[in-house]
């Protein structure tokens, strides 16, 4: 049983669906629902064989033997690359977080898909195949390699079977995210070479990169280069430009999986290579960081009520509530973490929740225009519900998971700097306005009885239960979420004990 | 010359004795058939030749040509480039020249050229290498006889292309004047005695670099590439912008390193400048393009920047090992990838009329009507883009490690914002093939026999593996520099 065992299930499951097209146009869904399904119980099993107590030790940063699951192959020895994959509470959470949510992409695409719905469960598969990679490398290079390979994928989703205006979309998105790749690869060179220099062999293993600490301007500027990768795909405030139009073309399953888990990956490598790799520099850099978290809470909120298309107020809410991720984390404290890590399951969820109504909208009334919409609720009245719950969800009512996150972000957040929290607060009164809004433009308001629309039907209510669950069970009882990735943050905390450094105590 | 002298050089001697062969078999009986059988054994044979060869090496044969791993390796690989331009150009030539065999022979003459230069360690060879190439290559130019687009492109190349050779050798008569020596070690030796500053040497140098630029394509030499690439037919484009570049970036790099031009510090920054403005210009021009082949064009031009890093870097001995081995595997990553994207156009415009299909909206829906050949170009744009699992990723990859470990931030930059810029374009062409088949109208049709689809399996194949399993050429590559 092995890592790449569950990404090789994922790649080939891709392949088979492809290729059932040929059979049948419906097999693909199947094909794909099974492998995602198969691919969630192979990793229980893995899981289930570990010791009960290894969830609770604190891992090793600088060694990946402690780590709940670590392999390592060379693959391309010249270069000291190797083919190491590791899995610690973290990884295991999102990478569990991303299977999941796969289900829901299909679940969300169900009938949407006529053109080669083959190709596109295969894509989605590689997608999820990609995001697993990304969380479970633990090689720099491998990383990399994840990071570029698993927006090919997404590429194609948003191209091939996008909305009205996806080529400008599919286009941007990926032009966005390779050249922060770019950057990113150049700081990876970069301390590789450094490592070289020190060792006098090249490594790109995470665990031996960790002890290097390049300080000084040389570490600064690669630390921004990770950070300008990183926050380019959170995405943070002011390289938040391509998400909503990414979002609003893609089909529903592929805003599904953009933005329950693509975004997450941006928080992911902050929390572990950003910050830990760089500690000093990071740092230095939190106030700045931390402002543009800040001020990316405030101006999403604000543009999101600015929307009358459905998609692009929930993409800009997610900038919104990305900046949360990007306040706890550069925030550097136990609490704050927590609630970070929190955001990322817990956002994941809803806002998965809220494309894949968006997108049965459009698919009943073909528009995405909240304006032609208005009083839904007497039509669908099960969809109104579903909105409803995920809609107050998403601004923080307390009892469900995102409350609990953004709750610890601004506890931690306090410690380090109250006017950020003042501000960032703000951020949970304009979810209010802008998310009963936009409940108020759609579901509620005058109904029109001459409309002809389906309600949810079985399938359907199932994924929107599964994520109503998943929600009350972050909100209510978080603790199994916290204690799996406690451990992790404890490990990456004892590489740098100083908080963020503000300049005087003007902050 | 004893045998063992003859074996080393049996790349080079298959090559011309097929060439003959071939000029019998057409003075005989036309037959395009058996024409480009034979062309593709000719190739086989000289790539399989190499192997003979290769258990002589390092030789010196005569003082032109030394026979070494590295000539080797690139004698095979301009075989087997020579090999995927025949098949490509078997239904390509039969629809648009009147009398198509002779074509083949050029072809075999023109390798022929490129592996001279792969062998050369002295200016004669050299001159003789790249002429050989050249001339065959203006013929190979004009060879479709149906349409003016060609013959404007051959007569520009010919004009252009023998200016700077002309250019280039003036520039070796100086060097000779003022040394006395033509081959590269000797020359390296009197080079260290004179003064640096010598006049008649700073001409020579500038004459040099501007006949190899405008050969290489590099900005500010690069004017020709997009008019020449756009006239020619697309096989010979391909085999034009691989083997043709790779022969002589081959050939200047072994001049450096033999001659140790690096010591020139005015040199290296030259050398330096011209591949960040390569990079620069060719990405920002090729941002414009509909014409498929102008875009790979200019495209070419950038890639030319991405190389000529490399001999920068190499001016710190310190470096010189891995800037060498990155440039050696940049070029067969480049040849590879190169070839593929022409060889699709080639394969788009084989049923002919005078115009070939390279627009841009040609190419749209492909990826639902022809699968394999969309995957082709897939392969191939995302290799050039330097897009993870590809060869092309591994070449950017070396360089980006070469130019690190000199820490040249100013030509990383460059490289970055190439490579930015890049990726824009060759995802336009994506784009483009994916589009729905309602959006477009008829695709023109290509060939599709057994032959096309193992080159094209073949192709795919071998970009895909430089990209995931590279270590063994790697391994490879580090044991023969």
């Known amino acids: 049983m092995s890592l790449s065992t569950l990404l090789l299930i994922l790649l080939a499951g891709g392949l088979v669906a492809w290729f059932s097209e040929r059979i049948n146009k419906d097999l693909p869904r199947w094909v794909s629902l099974a492998t995602i399904v198969l691919a969630l119980l192979y990793l229980l099993a893995m899981v289930n064989g570990l010791e009960v107590g290894s969830f609770s030790v604190v891992p090793d940063p600088t060694s990946g033997d402690s780590w709940l699951i670590h392999s390592r192959q060379e693959w391309i020895p010249r270069f000291g690359i190797s083919f190491e994959l590791a899995m610690d509470g973290l990884s295991l959470l999102l990478v569990v977080l991303t299977l999941l949510l796969g289900v829901i992409a299909v679940a969300a695409s169900w009938v949407e898909i006529d053109f080669k719905p083959g190709l596109f469960q295969a894509n989605i598969l590689w997608t999820l195949a990609g995001v697993s990679g990304v969380f479970l490398a633990m090689d720099l290079f491998l990383f990399f390699l994840f990071w570029e390979v698993m927006l090919i994928p997404m590429y194609l989703l948003i191209a091939i079977w996008g909305h009205e205006n996806k080529a400008y979309a599919a286009m941007k998105f990926f032009i966005f995210t390779q050249v922060s790749g770019l950057l990113m690869l150049l700081s990876i060179m970069l301390l590789a070479w450094k490592g070289h220099e020190v060792t006098g062999s090249y490594s790109f293993s995470y665990f031996d990169l960790l002890g290097l600490q390049v300080e000084g301007r040389l570490g600064y500027a690669m630390m921004l280069g990770f950070f300008v990768a990183f926050t380019v795909k959170l995405p943070a405030f002011p390289f938040h430009t391509w998400l909503p139009d990414a979002h609003t073309q893609a089909p529903t399953a592929g805003s599904v999986l953009l933005a329950g888990i693509l975004l997450k990956t941006g928080a992911y490598g902050l929390l572990r290579f950003a910050i830990p790799l760089f500690p000093e520099a990071s740092m230095s850099f939190a106030p700045v960081a931390m402002g543009l978290g800040a001020a990316g809470v405030i101006y999403g909120a604000i543009l999101a009520f600015a929307q009358t298309d459905f998609k692009r107020l929930v993409a800009y809410s997610s900038v919104s509530h990305m900046g949360f991720v990007l306040l706890g984390l550069y925030a550097w404290n136990s609490l704050a973490l927590q609630g970070a890590v929190m955001q990322m399951v817990a956002h994941g969820v809803s806002t998965a929740a809220l494309f894949m109504l968006a997108g049965a909208l459009q698919h009943r009334l073909h528009t995405r225009n909240m304006e032609a919409m208005g009083g839904l609720w007497h039509n669908m009245p099960r969809m109104g519900a579903c909105a409803m719950f995920f809609a107050i969800a998403s601004l923080g009512l307390p009892g469900l998971g995102n409350f609990v996150a953004e709750f610890l972000i601004l506890l931690g957040l306090f410690k380090v700097s109250p006017w950020m929290t003042a501000i960032a607060a703000l951020g949970l009164i304009t979810a209010a306005i802008y998310s009963l809004w936009m409940m108020q433009l759609t579901f509620q308001g005058k109904p029109d009885d001459s409309r002809d629309l389906k309600d949810f039907g079985l399938r359907e209510m199932t994924a929107m239960a599964g994520m109503v669950i998943a929600l009350i069970w972050l909100g209510l009882y978080p603790q199994p979420v916290l204690e799996l990735a406690q451990p992790v943050l404890d490990s990456l905390q004892n590489l740098l004990d100083t908080g963020p450094k503000f300049a005087g105590a003007a902050l | ?481």
């Open chain 2, 1 to 481: 010359m004893t045998v063992n002298d003859f074996q080393a050089l049996l790349p080079l001697l298959v090559l011309a004795i097929g060439s003959t062969v071939l000029m019998l078999q057409i003075a005989f009986w036309r037959n395009i058939k058996l024409t480009s059988a034979l062309t593709v054994l000719t190739f086989v044979a000289a790539a399989l030749s190499c192997l003979p060869a290769a258990e002589l090496t390092p030789r010196a044969v005569t003082p032109l040509l030394q026979a070494d791993q590295l000539a080797l390796l690139f004698s095979a690989l301009f075989c087997v480039a020579g090999l995927v331009t025949t098949v490509l150009s078997v239904d390509y030539m039969a629809q648009r020249g009147d009398e198509p065999e002779e074509y083949f022979l050029l072809l075999v003459l023109s390798t022929l050229g490129a592996c001279v230069l792969a062998y050369s360690v002295h200016l004669v060879s050299l001159l003789l290498g790249v002429e050989l190439l050249s001339v065959a290559l203006y013929a190979l130019i004009a060879y479709p006889d149906k349409s003016v687009l060609p013959l404007e492109a051959a007569i520009k190349y010919l004009v252009l292309s023998g200016a700077a050779s002309a250019t280039m050798l003036f520039g070796f008569a100086l060097l000779y004047a003022v040394t006395g020596a033509l081959a590269f070690t000797e020359l390296g030796q009197a080079l260290a005695r004179e003064q640096a500053n010598n006049t008649i040497l700073l001409v020579a140098a500038t004459l040099i670099i501007a006949g190899l630029g405008f050969k290489l394509s590099l900005v500010p030499f690069h004017m020709w590439t997009p008019d020449v690439y756009e006239g020619a037919p697309s096989p010979v484009t391909g085999f034009l912008a691989s083997v043709s570049k790779a022969a002589i970036f081959l050939a200047l790099m072994r001049w450096f390193l033999e001659s140790n031009l690096f010591q020139y510090d005015i040199l290296v920054d030259v050398i330096g400048l011209l591949a960040i403005f390569s990079m620069l210009v060719g990405n920002l021009l090729a941002l414009q393009q509909e014409n498929v082949k102008r875009m790979l064009a200019y495209s070419s031009i950038a890639h030319m920047g991405y190389l000529l890093i490399v001999l920068a870097v190499a001016g710190n001995p310190e470096n010189r090992p891995l800037a060498i081995e990155a440039a050696v595997y940049y070029l067969i990553a480049y040849t590879a990838t190169t070839l593929a994207a022409f060889g699709l156009l080639a394969l788009l415009s084989s049923n002919g009329n005078d115009r070939e299909n390279v627009q841009l909206h040609d190419l749209s829906g492909l990826f639902w009507q022809r699968p394999l050949l969309a995957c082709l170009m897939l392969v191939a744009l995302l290799s050039l883009a330097g897009i993870p699992l590809t060869a092309g990723f591994i070449g950017k990859f070396y360089i980006f490690s070469a130019a690190v470990s000199g820490y040249h931030w100013l030509m990383l930059g460059a490289l970055v914002i190439g490579s930015a810029i890049g990726i824009y374009y060759y995802l336009r062409v994506i784009f483009f093939m994916t589009r729905r088949p309602e959006e477009h109208h008829s695709l023109p049709t290509a060939p599709d026999g057994w032959q096309i689809r193992t080159l094209s399996c073949a192709l795919i194949a071998s970009i895909l593996l430089l990209g995931t399993v590279p270590q063994p050429l790697m391994a490879y590559l580090r044991s023969i520099l």
